[in-house]
């Protein structure tokens, strides 16, 4: 059994953490998530991902390998393989019911053995709450999107450091919010306040133009 507890090794603050979210998230390929059925500018609205649906939607090329960490005969880690041609494998997503109800709470996603992202259902409603996504190189956190309600919340890393928030303020599924960081300060917060498309800037302490406190922009000419 010890070696299933280091392959489900999670954060030790994920228990504490499940009780802050509520709903939602995101993953890189949205087209190709589970029950991602309704996409806003191309941003999936993740309370529609299931995780559940993974192990429903195998392809014929996909083979399962189930693990019951608990000696319990109950299996409640799920090993998801490509198989090649030759006969050999390739791990594609580990999954884990974590309060072994009968339901995937956390799934883990693989590209040539690398993680690339991790969807988890917090609350255990069956409904993805946080999905991580990681850079296969360096393994660094590259975006983590969130639920805040019936929307989500885009939040982008560099180097594993929070670098520029999103927020959905309206919860029509299109951040109307940036908020801009470096060293863990803002420096520019960028607001959609009528959700017309016009933007206001405000700067942040760091910037020097910081007696300039607001100008105009175009929405479509916001970047790092």
Do not use: C
Not at 158 to 184: A, I, Q, T
Not at 210 to 218: E, P, Q
């Amino acid at each position: 059994m010890n070696k299933w507890i280091l392959l489900i090794a999670l954060p030790l603050s994920l228990t504490a953490f499940a009780s802050q979210v509520k709903k939602a998230t995101v993953t890189p390929k949205e087209e190709d998530a589970p029950g991602a059925k309704e996409v806003v500018d191309g941003k999936v609205l993740v309370h529609n991902i299931r995780l559940d649906d993974y192990l429903k939607n195998l392809a014929p090329d996909e083979i399962v390998e189930k693990m019951d960490s608990m000696n319990k005969n109950k299996p409640d880690i799920f090993i998801v393989f490509h198989k090649n041609d030759d006969g050999t494998k390739m791990l594609l997503m580990q999954l884990f019911d974590l309060n072994r109800d009968g339901k995937i709470d956390l799934v883990k996603h693989f590209q040539k053995g690398k993680l690339v992202r991790t969807e988890v259902d917090l609350d255990y409603d069956g409904l993805v709450d946080v999905v991580s996504e990681y850079d296969p190189q360096s393994g660094e956190l590259k975006r983590k999107i969130q639920a805040n309600g019936t929307t989500n919340i885009w939040k982008y890393y560099f180097h594993n450091e929070l670098r520029k928030k999103e927020v959905d303020r309206n919860s029509d599924g299109k951040p109307d919010m940036w908020v801009y960081y470096r060293n863990g300060k803002v420096i520019r917060t960028e607001v959609d306040q009528n959700f017309d498309g016009k933007i206001i800037r405000i700067d942040g302490p760091l910037n020097p133009n910081k007696d300039k406190k607001a100008t105009s922009a175009k929405a479509s000419g916001i970047s790092e």
